[in-house]
């Protein structure tokens, strides 16, 4: 049996047009404008009443004298705080969203006791509830302006931290700064001294109604392998064959929850910490002795990759400013052309059972 599908007539009339229209006015009486919007402005010209529009013939001289009133601003449409009708996608709650990297400079007290102003950059996310559209993002900037100007400390952090929360109806919200701290370091045998630029980053998160403090340091320093040593001073007493062991340029990035109700955690102390665990950090200033002495302390300091996470690992144990941690090691190998990592965690704040496919990339150090 053969079935001939009707004609269909692909040009509706004006019967058909008249309906659509109908239609749509109907919806348009009912919707918000924000919602007309969304769909086409043009369909608020349809509505009874409405004011045709001026178009093409609009100006095209920037009003530098037009203000903004507050009566204006109410009359400005704001599609984040539209209604849930206008979400695209799941509705979800989204746990991070917010703005990364805006930069400003920031006081901070040195723990010498004078202050140094650092460009810093820094990130502000807030959850977002299923129901919600969306955020202001510019409130995230605006709270933490209004803060900028005092030296910093983590309370700082949590008055900017409590301004968003309440601006945005938040439950949970993030405030993450970083920037690079320079410290006066001297050589090992000369006297010169030079500046060190550590990579820090600090962070306040507020998740289900407790409050973290995290500090973040990535410590350079050279590793020279155990197993390599041992080899090139065979070399030298079997066959009397000149050898030398190989060693790297190594990252740690060393992240540690700050203990509220201990003293104050100064980016020093944190760098001091480092230097007791693996003392062979990169130097600065370098003349013959320091870089012979350098040779003598990586060979008094012999380290694998597991070697450097277990001796960090011994020196926060036994700090009372910090709580839970984690240590990341990268050996950028000399000898092999892929690197030696680690990952060691104390406590859940840290524990994850995936990993960032690039998180050993980001712990290279560009000098």
């Known amino acids: 049996m053969n079935i001939h599908p009707r004609d269909v007539n692909t040009n509706p009339d004006r019967d058909e047009a008249e309906a659509a229209l109908d239609v749509l006015r109907r919806w348009a009486a009912k919707a918000s404008a924000t919602e007309i919007s969304l769909l086409d402005p043009a369909v608020a010209r349809l509505l009874p009443g409405s004011v045709p529009s001026n178009y093409p013939d609009l100006s095209r001289r920037y009003p530098a004298d037009f203000v903004a009133d507050e009566a204006y601003r109410d009359t400005l449409p704001d599609l984040q705080n539209g209604p849930a009708s ?68 983590f309370e700082v952090m949590e008055a900017a931290l409590d301004d968003y929360m309440t601006d945005l109806d938040t439950f949970d919200a993030r405030i993450q700064m970083r920037f690079s701290y320079p410290d006066k ?18 962070e306040l998160v507020e998740k289900d109604g407790e409050r973290l403090k995290i500090m973040h340091l990535d410590y350079v320093y050279s590793s020279t392998c155990p197993c390599s040593l041992e080899l090139s001073e065979h070399a030298r007493s079997a066959r009397g064959q000149l050898a030398t062991p190989h060693s790297q340029r190594s990252v740690a990035r060393i992240s540690v929850v700050v203990d509220c109700n201990a003293d104050c955690l100064w980016f020093e102390d944190l760098i001091a910490l480092c230097r007791r665990a693996v003392p062979t950090e990169t130097q600065v200033m370098v003349k013959r002795e320091d870089e012979q002495a350098f040779a003598e302390l990586n060979a008094a300091n012999p380290i694998f990759v597991e070697d450097a996470a277990r001796l960090f690992c011994a020196e926060l144990l036994a700090d009372h400013h910090i709580g839970d941690f984690r240590v990341i090691a990268s050996h950028q190998e000399s000898l092999h052309s892929h690197d030696a990592v680690s990952v060691l965690t104390e406590g859940p704040t840290f524990a994850s059972a995936s990993l960032d496919p690039r998180l050993f990339t980001t712990l290279f150090h560009v000098g």
């Open 86 to 153: 206008l979400i695209r996608g799941a509705k979800q709650q989204i746990q991070h969203v917010g703005i990364s990297n805006f930069r400003l400079p920031i006081r901070f007290h040195r723990k010498s006791g004078d202050d140094l102003t650092l460009e810093t950059s820094v990130t502000g996310t807030v959850s977002l509830d299923a129901e919600k559209k969306g955020i202001n993002m510019s409130r995230i900037m605006r709270s933490f302006y209004k803060h900028a100007e005092r030296t910093f400390s």
């Open 185 to 202: 370091v001297r050589s090992l045998r000369s006297g010169l001294e030079g500046y060190q630029y550590y990579d820090i980053a600090l």
